[in-house]
Structures are given as C-alpha cells and as structure tokens.
C-alpha cells in the first residue's frame, strides 16, 4: 500500500472514530468548498531553505498565517513542510479574485517576508496560478 493511500486510510479511520464519539466537528464545518466561487483564484508556492535555515525559514513562514487568514478576500491558505524534504515549503492559497491575490502579495507582511528570503531561501518563491475544477 502506499504511503499516500495509508494517510488517506488513517485520516479516514480518525475522522471516523471521532464522529462517532461526537468530537469532530461537522464536515460543512471544516471544509467551506461551497462558498468559494467559480472563478476563485489559487495558487501553488513553493520554496526551499537554505542549508541551516530551515527552522528559520520555517518560523518566518508560519508567522505568515494568521495574518493571511485575516486577509479580506482570503478564502484559504495552508503551509506545508515536505516530510521526506525538511525545509522544502508549500503554500497552497485561494483568493477571491486574482485582484486579491495580488493584494496579498503587496501587504506589509507578506512584503516582510519576501525581504527576509535572501537570507534564509534557496532561490526564489515558485509560483504556480491554478484553476479550482468543479
């Protein structure tokens, strides 16, 4: 079995034995898909520390949540640090519009971030635009 279909079980497994016990919240609860509208705009980024940078990377990254999840139009935003990789970082975002999107990129600490890369990043953030299917 791979690895991705053993977490797939587990998640499974977990979310049903806490719905059974009543401790899980309910699924329209945690996943809002019907309330991102056609046309949303996502965004796949990734990014790699440095060598010896990586708690440092990973800090700077995760003080990025709250305050984009605060964000007016900011329907999502999840970071993600590769298992196999440490310092290998992922963002998945959803915006409203592009519009949005590209107001979050010029925000004060999203600013502060980019400025803080040089240091602590291999290279630059790769963004991927995506379309969200339906």
């Not at 019907?34 to 990014?47: C, E, L, N, T």
């Not at 060598?51 to 999502?76: D, F, M, Y």
């Amino acid at each position: 079995m791979s690895n991705s279909k053993r977490l797939g079980t587990c998640i499974g497994a977990l979310l049903t034995a806490a719905l059974l016990v009543g401790t899980a919240p309910a699924i329209a609860d945690v996943v809002a898909y019907p309330k991102i509208p056609d046309g949303a705009y996502a965004v796949v980024a990734r990014i790699s520390a440095k060598p010896g940078k990586e708690a440092a990377l990973r800090e700077a990254s995760r003080q990025l949540i709250p305050a984009v999840r605060a964000e007016p139009n900011n329907l999502a935003y999840f970071l993600h640090e590769s298992r196999e990789e440490p310092g290998r970082f992922t963002f998945y975002e959803i915006f409203a519009t592009q519009a949005d999107f590209e107001a979050h990129v010029a925000t004060k600490h999203v600013q502060d971030w980019f400025a803080k890369l040089p240091e602590l990043a291999d290279g630059t953030v790769q963004v991927t635009p995506l379309n969200i299917l339906k």
